[in-house]
């Protein structure tokens, strides 16, 4: 990139230039991560929301097959009360040996049944345990949204009016801003934000970190606009150094 022309400019515009571009970057910074925020409280309410849906579907499925062993339980009995009676009126030993055996195999099949309906109705209580625990989490997320959406929108009222006041300071500093400077400064602010300027660290750039030669700092020391020579930023002396 060629050299400046020898341009004077005071090192407290630049200074103060700085400072309300980092202002500026600062609060949009903080605007832009409101709805960064919600969206995030959005993703924990959905994953909250879809906890609690497999849990009440875990249950009802449970329930189902709850009830269709209940249901098979009672049709066994009904069976089991039909044969008992047909015993009464069996046509021979042989069939009412028969009617016995059935009888004895559906009591025997009924007895596993009511065991595996009394795990079923265990899991039932444990799986409703979960719909609770999920429901009380989902509740708890969307007041939590609900809490955090508020908070946001108010901190963006303060944020985007303090925005509008910071922008006016800017404008304002601006119009200081030698008429030879102004194209190459309004440049590199488009490109590169508040990095286009930079102080001087212990003679070396703020930005970059590259060391400052003795002709630059001199230049500085005279007010002399310098950019750095490694990242082109505007360089300018900090506050607590004195300028000849």
């Known amino acids: 990139m060629p050299p400046l022309p020898k341009i004077e400019v005071s090192t407290g515009l630049l200074r103060t230039l700085h400072r309300i571009h980092r202002q500026l970057a600062d609060l949009q910074s903080q605007i832009d991560r409101g709805p960064r925020q919600i969206k995030a409280g959005e993703g924990m309410v959905a994953k909250a929301s879809a906890d609690a849906e497999e849990a009440k579907?875990?249950?009802?499925?449970?329930?189902?097959?709850?009830?269709?062993?209940?249901?098979?339980?009672?049709?066994?009995?009904?069976?089991?009360?039909?044969?008992?009676?047909?015993?009464?009126?069996a046509a021979s030993n042989k069939e009412f040996s028969l009617l016995k055996e059935q009888i004895a195999a559906d009591v025997?099949?009924?007895?596993?049944l009511s065991d595996e309906i009394l795990e079923q109705f265990e899991q039932i209580d444990v799986l409703q345990g979960h719909v609770d625990k999920a429901e009380a989490e989902l509740k708890e997320q969307q007041e939590e949204q609900a809490k955090r959406i508020a908070e946001v929108e108010s901190r963006l009222g303060v944020l985007k009016e303090d925005l509008e006041g910071v922008r006016g300071q800017l404008k304002a500093t601006e119009g200081k801003i030698p008429g030879s400077l102004r194209?190459?400064?309004?440049?590199?602010i488009a490109s590169r934000g508040e990095e286009a300027l930079a102080p001087v660290d212990q003679e070396s750039c703020g930005g970059c970190y590259q060391t400052l030669t003795t002709q630059v700092m001199n230049q500085l020391q005279l007010s002399q606009l310098v950019m750095c020579p490694n990242c082109n930023s505007l360089l300018y002396l900090p506050e607590d150094t004195r300028v000849q």
């Open 108 to 112: 025997q099949a009924n007895a596993v």
């Open 183 to 188: 194209v190459e400064y309004e440049r590199l």
């Open 57 to 89: 579907n875990a249950l009802k499925k449970m329930r189902l097959a709850s009830d269709e062993k209940q249901l098979q339980l009672k049709t066994r009995e009904s069976r089991i009360e039909d044969l008992k009676a047909k015993l009464n009126t």
